[in-house]
């Protein structure tokens, strides 16, 4: 069990961190702009939610390239996205903030802070509604916390009995502000502790973020109810590429790249022997593979033609089932 | 039929024939909707099915919209336009545009309803009509209703329809009582010439719309003027193709609304009217429109504040006189 | 829901016609009044041309088949050309993607106005200097010649225009039988038409006038149709009038309103107004007198006549007919009657009766005097104030008072 769980963390981990590092090369080359927030240091929280929650609807927020990755959306139509290309999951007109893939139970990311948290209720209240038990996971930083939507959330998502997965990702800055200079709690999940159980966990450890969202998957499929959880991560780049992140002390920076999820995990894996050198070094191939795959892919794909600026502002469409 | 039977109506037979439709909003349930739109809806379909939920609107309609993009059909209630902007971000950042930002994957089927406009009395925070917001938002659509017909077809169709939509009703309107007929098809894309006339266009929606058919009349009899009355159940988009079609033929264009002048949605149709049709027109384009200010409570100066039937005929008159009519 | 295009019945007579070509395939884009087949009918090809706008979904008649009038012979999908229309992934099965809503790509420009605008001088309207072109009138030249006004506008040019081709009477006269200029330019060209063409042209082709209603007839009108579906009755009785002294400045009808008026005072039934659940008792009496005035009715009240003398009664009704005349009369001078005196005697007729005004209780039709001085006078009575026997009292009094002399005498003094 173990060792299948370590190979699939280790191999969509070490995608995501790859991936990433890419991206911000292909980005400073000038061939992804706009805005590009990177997750590399949470993947642990990342990967371990979505394998541990399973089959779902996922709510992201705009940090959301390992989460697309981990659900199973080709890395070639991601970075085809990030390119701009008309070939990208979100034909071009997204961007890496926002990759949707709904036939994978995919609902993007958004880059309104908060802002998808009550897309996430009323998703789990319709799934509930049509008979449907798997629930809804829903990803937000620490600085939605502070947000007016994320209370009325947790409030109606208690209220109407709505079985979502809140998880928390806190990596401790809101941009350049600490936690402990926005919030009044300085442990977040204090704040969801009167609406629905709540729990924090470390997030640097990608097993037990996916200890914790499998007994909260249980729990939200017994009783239809919500739950919340805090990861606690933090992340090493800065909060978009427009920002260093020289906010912080580089000393703080080494103590938890010390603690950096993805060596942590093939340290363990290899000492409790779950994985050999000879597999990471397969994965490690194959993932190299994949993304220069995905630049090839992304590079030569066309750009989107003219009449693309007005096709998918509406559908157009109209239901006859009402007569 | 009285308008608010008319919207209940509608939820009713949809709620009825297709089990994806939902409601939610403030007090829809249990209390039968401030305005008593929703009345007798819960008894008839659950609380599962007709939602009151807490004060809170963003999360209304952000609800509404994760409804929607699990295949519901729900329709949220805003009590008033005047609190949806507290739900701006998601009727404006989200609602239009994850379709698009989707590239076409999602679908909003999707009616965010409520009404707005000066009643009687009620003070700056509860009477703004905010109509040229939504409507100037690509990727919504904004229905208004401005009788029984169309808010039982109108409401309907935005119902059926898969893109999110925007309902406005007018608070004035809820009790008035007007001539029904159900119709074999209603297409709210498309105004209505309510009235043909001769001399001057006349575009307007929602209540406006009535006390422009008044000022016609008394046009026709005092003046001698005949006006062209279009009534427009969409406002995004808007049936230009009407009111070019009238104005190609009387040479004249007024909009009436409530709202302040100042960038309403007068400005977009007397401007594209300007645009498109700059050699038919006989007189510059007149917006008769709300004053500059918010509306006070005072009925006095409430009523100073808007268009009036009387301010509408006098301010055609003045414009007519100027302009060689 | 598809539309179906029928067999178009051409003429009065046509009841089968056959399809000789399609001029659109299945799956052609048809614009509202576009020919999308000839149909031979009756030894004659015509075009049929669409009503609507949408997609020709299905031919069902072929070239050369017959069908009746009335049968379908293609379907139609209705709406808007988009290229969305034909892109719907259902999300459930049972649905059926129709009605596409309009796209928000720009609209074209008006095609006849695209080409580069030459305009002559001048400071006119937009339009104005449209037509000014058209019409080939130089507009700043007739500006300083003060021909047309500045600014001008399309009325202006339009009536400069009219001018040239129209007398004024003819110009008034297109007016009242709703004609358009440009078909009587076109019948005769080259030529100023006055009233005798133009009215030479009206009664070749029967064209009717048209007579607007005035708004005083517009409420005589309403008024009326309510009073007529009231429950009334009528009497009639001859009246020996022989004793009244009437001259031209002291009319038979202003002594009529006196000795009315008077008489009124011992009826109160005459002096009310139904209330549904009462009567209003008016302690005067009122008495509204009709009134022609150009082709108008009026009835201005004369009111509390039974405290008024003959001289002041015949100087108010003057007053009143002046006003009338001038289109002066007041609201209030309209209201408060209960009866209402109406006088054909002038015109010689002999007897008629009157509908009663809505709101009032009796209205007297006075007839013309015969040589022995007697006259017929129709009272009709609002049964649900005034029953048979008030009515007959009242007449009856007003017989009497009539012959009474030292009445009429006491009158006479004033």
């Known amino acids: 069990m173990s060792q299948t769980l370590a190979e699939k963390f280790y191999y969509l981990m070490k995608l995501g961190r790859e991936f990433e590092l890419r991206c911000k090369e292909e980005y400073l080359k000038g061939n992804i702009s706009g805005f590009l927030h990177l997750a590399v240091g949470e993947e642990a929280v990342h990967v371990g939610a979505v394998v541990g929650f399973g089959k779902g609807d996922l709510f992201c927020p705009y940090r959301e390239h390992v989460l697309a990755l981990a659900r199973g959306i080709d890395p070639k139509l991601i970075m085809a996205e990030m390119f701009g290309k008309v070939t990208g999951v979100s034909k071009g007109k997204g961007g890496s903030m926002h990759l949707y893939e709904p036939r994978l139970d995919f609902y993007g990311g958004n880059a309104i802070v908060a802002a998808h948290l009550p897309h996430a209720v009323g998703a789990g209240y319709a799934r509930k509604l049509m008979g449907e038990k798997a629930g809804v996971l829903c990803i937000f930083g620490d600085g939605a916390t502070n947000n007016g939507t994320f209370f009325e959330s947790l409030n109606m998502a208690a209220l109407l009995e709505v079985p979502v997965l809140f998880l928390c990702e806190n990596n401790q800055y809101a941009i350049g502000t600490h936690v402990s200079r926005s919030s009044y709690l300085k442990d977040l999940f204090l704040k969801a502790r009167d609406y629905m159980p709540s729990v924090q966990v470390d997030g640097m450890d990608v097993f037990e973020v996916y200890r914790a969202v499998v007994r909260a998957k249980e729990y939200m499929e017994e009783q239809g109810k919500p739950y919340f959880i805090e990861a606690l991560t933090y992340r090493f780049e800065g909060h978009s590429m427009a920002d260093k992140g020289d906010y912080r002390s580089p000393r703080e920076l080494e103590m938890f790249r010390r603690r950096d999820p993805l060596e942590l995990l093939l340290k363990r894996s290899l000492k409790e022997g779950w994985l050999t050198e000879e597999q990471v070094r397969l994965i490690d191939q194959k993932v190299e593979r994949l993304i220069e795959e995905s630049i090839e892919f992304a590079l030569n794909s066309p750009e989107p033609s003219e009449e693309e600026l007005y096709s998918d502002l509406y559908c157009g469409v109209c239901s006859d089932v009402i007569p | 039929m009285l308008y608010r039977e008319a919207l209940n109506l509608a939820l009713d037979h949809a709620m009825e024939h297709d089990h994806r439709v939902v409601l939610l909003g403030e007090d829809v349930g249990f209390y039968g909707g401030n305005y008593k739109v929703t009345e007798g809806l819960y008894a008839k379909y659950g609380a599962k099915r007709v939602i009151d939920t807490p004060i809170a609107e963003n999360s209304i309609v952000g609800t509404a919209i994760g409804m929607a993009m699990m295949g519901l059909r729900p329709v949220a209630e805003i009590m008033t336009a005047n609190f949806s902007m507290l739900a701006m971000d998601q009727i404006v950042n989200q609602m239009p545009k994850l379709r698009y930002m989707s590239g076409g994957k999602l679908f909003l089927p999707l009616v965010v309803r409520m009404p ?124 230009f193709e009407t009111i070019y079609g009238s104005v190609k033929k009387t040479k004249r264009l007024v909009v009436v609304y409530e709202a302040p002048k100042t960038l309403g949605l007068g400005a977009e149709v007397s401007t594209r009217v300007s645009e498109e049709l700059f050699y038919f027109l006989d007189a510059p384009p007149l917006r008769i429109a709300g004053e500059e200010v918010p509306i006070p409570y005072n009925r006095k100066l409430e009523l100073m504040a808007i268009p009036t039937p009387e301010k509408i005929y006098t301010q055609i008159v003045q414009w007519g006189r100027r302009h060689g009519l | 829901m598809d539309y179906e295009i029928l067999m178009p019945q051409f003429s009065d007579t046509m009841e089968a016609g056959r399809v000789a070509r399609w001029l659109k395939k299945e799956g052609d884009f048809v614009e509202k009044g576009e020919v999308i087949a000839e149909i031979e009918a009756e030894k004659a090809v015509m075009e049929l041309q669409s009503f609507k706008r949408g997609l020709l ?108 081709y129209f007398t004024p009477r003819a110009l008034e006269l297109l007016k009242e039988y709703e004609l358009k200029p440009e078909d009587l330019i076109s019948i005769f060209p080259d030529r ?105 009715l009026y009835a201005p009240v004369i009111k509390e006549v039974n405290r008024k003398g003959l001289k002041e009664i015949a100087q108010e009704v003057r007053e009143l007919k002046r006003k009338a005349e001038e289109g002066r009369l007041s609201l209030e001078e309209l209201q408060g009657a209960t009866l209402t005196i109406s006088n054909l005697g002038m015109f010689g007729i002999r007897s008629f009766d009157a509908v009663i005004p809505y709101g009032q209780v009796c209205i007297m039709a006075v007839g013309m005097q015969d040589r022995d001085g007697r006259a017929h006078i129709t009272f009709t009575f609002d049964h649900r104030v005034v029953n048979g026997f008030h009515g007959a009292l009242f007449v009856k009094h007003l ?15 004033g």
């Not at chain 3, 095609?111 to 400071?123: M, T």
Request: one cysteine or more.
């Open chain 3, 192 to 296: 100023k038409i006055d009233e005798d063409m133009l009215l030479a042209y009206v009664e070749k082709e029967g064209i009717p006038r048209r007579l607007p209603i005035s708004s005083v007839q517009k409420s005589l009108i309403f008024n009326l149709s309510k009073s007529s579906v009231l429950p009334h009755y009528h009497i009639y009785e001859v009246f020996d009038l022989s004793q009244i002294p009437w001259d031209k400045d002291i009319t038979l009808t202003h002594w009529l309103i006196k000795i009315v008026g008077d008489a009124m005072q011992y009826f109160e039934r005459l002096r009310a107004v139904f209330k549904e659940d009462y009567y209003l008792l008016y302690p005067h009496s009122s008495i509204g007198v009709a009134m022609a005035v150009g082709d108008e």
């Open chain 3, 57 to 164: 979904k299905r031919i069902l008649v072929g070239e050369g088949q017959e069908v009746p009038v009335g049968r379908p012979i293609a379907l139609m999908e209705l709406g808007e050309k988009l290229e969305e229309f034909k892109r719907p992934p259902a999300p459930t099965p049972e649905e059926k993607k129709v009605t596409p809503p309009k796209e928000e790509a720009p609209k074209a420009v008006y095609s006849e106005i695209i080409q580069k605008v030459e305009l002559p001088a001048g400071f006119a309207s937009p339009y104005a200097k449209v037509l000014a072109k058209e019409m080939g009138l130089e507009l700043e030249e007739l500006q300083k010649e003060g021909r047309l006004p500045s600014p001008a506008h399309a009325r202006d040019v339009e009536g400069l225009v009219r001018e040239r």
């Open chain 3, 399 to 413: 017989k009497e008072k009539v012959l009474d002399k030292n009445y009429i005498r006491f009158l006479k003094r």
């Open chain 2, 116 to 239: 707005q406009g000066v009643a009687k009395q009620l003070a700056a925070q509860h009477s703004q009509s905010l109509e040229h917001f939504f409507a100037s938002i690509p990727g919504l659509y904004v229905f208004c209703a401005s009788d029984s017909i169309v808010a039982y077809h109108g409401l309907l169709q935005a119902i059926r329809m898969d893109d999110p939509i925007l309902f406005l009703e007018h608070v004035l309107l809820y009790g008035l009582d007007f001539p029904f007929e159900p119709l074999e098809s209603f297409d709210p894309f498309r105004a209505r010439v309510l009235k043909e006339g001769r001399d001057v266009t006349v575009v307007s929606y929602l209540k406006m719309t009535h006390d422009v058919l008044k000022v016609s009349q008394w046009l026709e009899e005092k003046e001698g003027i005949s006006c062209e009355v279009i009534d427009l159940p969409s406002l995004r988009p808007i049936d």
